[in-house]
Nanobody
Framework: QVQLEESGGGLVQPGGSLRLSCVISGRTGSSAAMAWFRQAPGKEREFVAQIPRLGGPTRYADSVKGRFTISRDNAKNMVYLQMNSLKPEDTALYYC??????????????????WGQGTQVTVSA
């Protein structure tokens, strides 16, 4: 059984930065990929970024490219999302997720097997 727990959310002013963390417990295997999704009130859950557990390209949604960076520390079973130049439209509940087989459709939430409970990010003056 894989469990995920996010942390690091909060209230930040526009233009500010936050770093989200996700600790993953349980075995994920070498083929897994980890991702961040987000869901704003009244909207669908959307893909933010993905990173393979072992090698391969990172992927980003167009809306966050150049501002957000996903990274991992396999020794600590951690995944991070560094968010810079935050905008009010980045306000959402941010989720960490694991896809055990690194599916082709990396942007689809339905490809992911395990999810955390989410951490709230609010960008407001």
């Amino acid at each position: 059984q894989v469990q995920l727990e996010e942390s690091g959310g909060g209230l930040v002013q526009p233009g500010g930065s936050l770093r989200l963390s996700c600790v993953i417990s349980g075995r994920t295997g070498s083929s897994a990929a980890m991702a961040w999704f987000r869901q704003a009130p009244g909207k669908e859950r959307e893909f933010v970024a993905q990173i393979p557990r072992l090698g391969g390209p990172t992927r980003y949604a167009d809306s966050v490219k150049g501002r957000f960076t996903i990274s991992r520390d396999n020794a600590k079973n951690m995944v991070y999302l560094q968010m810079n130049s935050l905008k009010p439209e980045d306000t959402a509940l941010y989720y960490c997720a694991v896809d055990l087989v690194r599916s082709v459709n990396y942007w689809s939430q339905y490809e992911y097997n395990y999810w955390g409970q989410g951490t709230q990010v609010t960008v407001s003056a």
